[in-house]
């Protein structure tokens, strides 16, 4: 977790930099909008561990970490419910599977599972959590984390980030400008495409800055 809040940190100074650099105002409206989703994330990471609390940690996992991606989710008015399966947890000691809950996070750590050990972490969830009210449940070949709703309202997705995600994806093609929209669409084009992609992009901006030369009205990209 402490190389996780390390790693933010240093995106942070360095977006700081470019800030002090950079004159273009849409640049710094964007490089504004990731130093203040970054400084969230930063907010809401779990405390880091006392040294000699993580070095006890450390010492009683056997075997190799897992980092687990797949898992389904739903919700109900007062939980946020995640679904992990994994196979035969269900005889692990319970003390094996843990779940640390702040207001706006929760890691999750299976311990020597066929000797394997199992990490999901979510930072900076979409809206705060009791943590008191938050738990989880072994079942079979399974894992229900429950997050307890602090306002009993909807979620529309799990993270601040897969929001953010979904509001720039939208902005792309809802606009009233269809200029921009091809715009937002094109750049969007480039940081995803692969070399081939970019370069034909590339090609159709140097062809648009020759067009402006002669008077006509640029594409700019």
């Known amino acids: 977790m402490a190389d996780a809040r390390d790693e933010l940190q240093k995106d942070l100074e360095e977006i700081k930099e470019l800030l002090l650099k950079t004159t273009r ?14 400084e969230l994330e930063i907010k809401n990471q779990p405390p880091p561990k006392p040294k000699d ?3 006890e940690e450390k010492s009683t996992l056997g ?6 991606n797949n898992y389904g989710w739903d919700q109900s008015d007062k939980f946020i ?10 005889k692990l000691p319970a003390d094996n599977v843990q779940v640390n809950f702040t207001e706006r996070s929760f890691d999750l750590l299976v311990k020597n599972l066929n000797g394997k050990n199992y990490t999901m ?3 900076n969830l979409l809206k705060p959590i009791s943590v008191e009210g938050s ?6 070949d399974m894992v229900l984390v429950m997050c307890r709703k602090k306002q009993e309202e909807k979620w529309d997705c799990l993270t601040q980030v897969e929001k953010e995600s979904k509001e720039k994806e939208k902005a792309a093609y809802d606009t009233s400008d269809p200029s921009e929209g091809l715009m937002n669409l094109l750049k969007k084009m480039y940081a995803e495409g692969d070399d081939e992609m970019k370069r034909t992009i590339n090609k159709a901006w140097v062809e648009s800055r020759e067009k402006q030369s002669k008077g006509d009205t640029p594409m700019d990209i």
């Open 63 to 68: 075997g190799y970490t897992v980092k687990i």
């Open 81 to 90: 419910k995640l679904y992990i399966s994994l196979k035969e947890v269900h």
């Open 53 to 55: 609390v993580a070095e």
């Open 135 to 140: 738990s989880r449940k072994i079942k079979t």
């Open 121 to 123: 972490t979510f930072n």
């Open 25 to 38: 105002k849409r640049l710094r409206d964007v490089l504004m909008t990731e130093k203040y989703r970054i």
